[in-house]
């Protein structure tokens, strides 16, 4: 398979450009129809992560534009968490506690060393936990609790404590108050978690990365699960709907895709939030974003700004938007991610 009909095929796959033989096609999608399609959406930067879920919606830019997703968080619909890579994402609700636990759970206590937190953090965790069931805390109000239960260390290494505690998927963000990013219980969000074993999480998690990211590798869900490439390899043959084309997995539905939506895909020009998942969805992206414009799109400090893509390829940094959005963000003004 070419390079330029990979890229058709995950626009089309992604929710960027139309295809009538796309599983959810004719359908007026929610917040909460585009999260659940596309299992987790790269949401490190808040405002990068509402314009993705609003642009997979159809949505044009404009002062509103990005409100339905709030609204979907405000509301429980859909949750800002961290299920893999210890990086944020938005999810539908009811999918955070089984991709967490096959994810994130297993690599919490690691990632926590890595960060260099303090061994053990259950106190921390009973403090955050009891707090936070009496409602929704802010990050300064999380900090405020450990800080009244003597665990002042914990109050230092709120940022990363957070985010540990959330990789286990007991802990999400909602919607902001202003600027404040708040956090609440999973249990507390108004859809029942789903309940999956191992072996379904596995399936499941393969089916759903391929149906909304393919054609894409091994290791490109070794990538971006970071769940290991024995587990990824698992999951793939437990998934379903799917076939393999040389290293790639593409979805069965997309078999209905005509060369004339392949050709359209790749004639629209598209201008994509920072970290977007078109390129944060796979760990190859030679054949999207060229090395020498790497520095323009994505650096390796954790720096992304909006970019365009033409022919399936990065063109470079977005120099204006094409109408304002909601927060007013520049698309020269590089989006770094959020504190956890």
């Known amino acids: 398979m070419k390079t330029r009909e990979i890229a058709a095929r995950r626009l089309i796959a992604q929710l960027l450009a139309p295809s009538q033989a796309h599983p959810l096609a004719g359908r007026e999608l929610t917040p909460h129809d585009v999260c659940r399609w596309m299992l987790a959406i790269q949401g490190q930067n808040y405002t990068g992560g509402l314009e993705a879920v609003a642009i997979r919606q159809g949505r044009r830019r ?10 979907d968080l405000e509301a429980g619909r859909i949750a800002r968490c961290w299920p893999q890579r210890g990086t944020l994402h938005f999810m539908a609700a009811e999918d955070v506690a089984w991709l967490s636990r096959l994810c994130g759970l297993p690599r ?13 953090f259950d106190e921390p965790r009973r403090v955050l936990h009891e707090a936070l069931a009496e409602g929704p805390l802010t990050r300064r109000q999380c900090y405020e609790a450990f800080a009244r239960a003597g665990l002042d260390q914990a109050a230092r290494h709120g940022p990363r404590l957070l985010r540990v505690l959330g990789s286990e998927g007991m802990v999400v963000q909602g919607a902001r108050r ?5 956090f609440r219980l999973t249990d507390q969000l ?36 970071h769940c290991g490439r024995t587990t990824a390899r698992r999951a793939l043959e437990l998934g379903t ?7 790639y997995y593409v979805p069965d539905w997309q078999a209905g895709i005509t060369t004339r939506e392949l050709e359209r895909a790749l004639a629209r020009t598209y201008t994509l939030p920072p970290f977007d998942e078109y390129l944060l969805g796979y760990t190859d992206r030679t054949g999207i974003l060229p090395e020498e414009l790497r ?18 390829v990065v063109r470079g940094r977005a120099e204006r938007l094409p109408h304002r959005s909601t927060r007013g963000a520049k698309a020269g003004r590089p989006a770094p991610p959020d504190a956890s």
């Not at 509103?64 to 997703?69: I, K, S």
């Open 108 to 120: 919490a206590n690691a990632y926590a060393a890595w960060l260099g937190l303090p061994a053990g």
């Open 295 to 312: 520095p323009q799109v994505l650096t390796s400090n954790g720096l992304s700004w909006h970019f365009t893509v033409r022919r399936g």
């Open 178 to 182: 202003g600027a404040e990013e708040v």
């Open 241 to 247: 709907g799917y076939h393999r084309d040389g290293a």
């Open 62 to 71: 404009s002062r509103r534009w990005t409100e339905g997703t709030e609204a």
């Open 190 to 225: 108004p859809v029942p978690q789903r309940t999956l074993t191992d072996e379904e999480a596995l399936a499941e998690l393969a089916t759903r990365y391929v149906s909304s990211h393919g054609p894409a590798t091994l290791d490109d869900l070794v990538w971006w699960t």
